[in-house]
């Protein structure tokens, strides 16, 4: 199995409070990835990194903010938690761009946060 | 824009039978695709993939074929155990500059029954 943690593996937390997860890895894989996964929507990016302090956005980044200061930790944050980013959250990682075995994405536990 | 369209579940099947779960995508370019599954309290795993057309992907019974004049990758396996209950995913690669990108499908739910 892939080296990947997620922490906290559970959160509940505030309508307004900030949260940060955490994404951690020990392959020294160059990219990281935060997905959220909803019911009827199946897994959607929010935002990628594809090196220290190297980030992008995904499909769904408004309300998120990432950051990216060692290889190993990807960190995701809401600076004002709402209701709808009540969802589980996957981080994954990858080591190649193009071709070869490495470009498969390996997925984390994940985090499942509840926003009251 | 990229989508991936999957059937609708829960899906529940009897031991050993049949199952197909269906899968269209629309893509720009050349993409590669595939199939992730997600057992019950855990992250997604891959379960198979093809980069090219004509291409099969097959891993622990289960195969799906890449076809692009139908723009399907439908997953299929010959007799599924109860172990095989999981929700399945089909998903599509593309590349950017900043890393390969997956779209994914809503995903479907299978459940085998004694």
């Known amino acids: 199995d892939a080296g990947i943690t997620q922490s906290p593996r559970h959160k509940v937390t505030e309508t307004g409070t900030p949260v940060t997860l955490r994404c951690h890895q020990t392959?020294?894989?160059?990219?990281m990835y935060w997905y959220r996964q909803d019911p009827g929507h199946g897994l959607r990016l929010i935002h990628y990194?594809?090196?220290?302090?190297?980030?992008d956005k995904g499909e769904v980044s408004d309300g998120y903010s990432v950051s990216r200061s060692k290889t190993e930790d990807f960190l995701l944050t809401l600076e004002s938690a709402t209701s709808s980013q009540t969802s589980v959250y996957f981080c994954a990682i990858s080591e190649s761009k193009l071709g070869g075995p490495g470009n498969e994405q390996f997925f984390g536990p994940g985090t499942r946060l509840t926003v009251l | 824009g990229n989508s991936v369209t999957q059937m609708e579940g829960p899906v529940t099947l009897s031991e050993e039978a049949f199952l197909t779960i269906n899968c269209t995508y629309t893509?720009?370019?050349?993409?590669?695709l595939f199939w992730y599954v997600q057992y019950p309290g855990e992250g997604l795993q891959l379960l198979l993939k093809?980069?090219?057309?004509?291409d099969k992907g097959s891993n622990k019974g289960f195969e799906a074929t890449y076809r692009k004049e139908t723009t399907s990758f439908h997953l299929e396996k010959g007799s599924v155990q109860v172990s095989d209950s999981a929700v399945y995913f089909c998903a599509l690669r593309t590349f950017t500059g900043g890393g390969n990108k997956l779209t994914f499908g809503t995903g479907t739910q299978l459940k085998v029954e004694l």
């Open positions: 990194s594809y090196g220290v302090k190297d980030t």
């Open positions: 392959e020294n894989h160059r990219y």
């Open positions: 093809a980069t090219k057309a004509d």
């Open positions: 893509a720009t370019g050349y993409p590669s």
